[in-house]
């Protein structure tokens, strides 16, 4: 008698796992080749399929790249979200659990991949940017709007403008990539996205100006 935890016959189990080997194919010659040098042929050849049976999960390259998203990169972001929204106390301490829960999510090399192809595709195929802004950014940023506007009616923060303080809290982590993966310009350390946190969230909250040393004979 067949219980429901039987084992799947085999081609069912190759069947569900599909979808996954096709995007890690996908991603391996996106990030080897570019996206726009990266054909569905390629794409079936290197996960052993027919190129018809990409197409029974995915209906086009940029329905990859945006399974990619939805795989990787959203989750992320909806994690540093949920982080945020609930960590109690002040906007610093919701901000740090953001930023440091994205840190964390986009220190896997699979993660980041994606927004690195992105950022070096998007301006090529603009359908790329829209798919990422409406999957990634329009669930984050509005979060991001709503807690420096609770720090400022709290009068924890000083009245700033809550749109362009986002643009400039989540716009260093942006430039970095873009340095890197636009310009050719890395760090000497290398593309270390939580060091850059750190070290954002450190100048963001004390400043950039060393401050003086107490007087000893205060």
């Known amino acids: 008698m067949d219980t429901d935890d039987s084992p799947a016959p085999k081609f069912r189990r190759r ?4 979808p996954d080997e096709l995007l890690d194919a996908a991603l391996a010659l996106f ?13 079936a050849r ?15 390259k940029q329905a990859l790249l945006e399974g990619l998203v939805k795989r990787a990169v959203a989750p992320a972001g909806a994690a540093a979200v949920a982080a945020a929204q609930a960590t109690p106390g002040n906007v610093r301490t919701a901000l740090t ?14 993660v980041v991949a994606v927004p690195r192809i992105v950022l070096r595709e998007a301006a090529a195929v603009p359908e790329i940017a829209e798919m990422y802004r409406r999957s990634v950014l329009e669930p984050a940023l509005p979060v991001l709007a709503d807690m420096i506007r609770r720090g400022i009616a709290s009068g924890e923060l000083r009245p700033v403008d809550p ?3 986002i643009r400039s809290i989540m716009g260093p982590i942006v430039v970095h990539l873009v340095l890197a993966e636009v310009f050719g310009v890395w760090p000497a350390a290398g593309l270390s996205l939580p060091a850059l946190i750190d070290n954002h969230l450190d100048i963001l909250f004390h400043g950039l100006i060393a401050q003086p040393e107490p007087s000893r004979d205060a």
Do not use: C
């Open 31 to 43: 990030v080897e080749r570019g996206y726009a040098h990266t054909s569905v042929a390629q794409i």
């Open 46 to 60: 290197a996960a052993g399929v027919s190129k018809g049976a990409v197409y029974l999960y995915f209906p086009s």
């Open 163 to 165: 749109e362009l303080t």
């Open 97 to 110: 659990a953001f930023l440091g829960q994205l840190a964390l999510r986009l220190s896997d090399p699979q």
């Open 15 to 18: 069947a569900e796992h599909r």
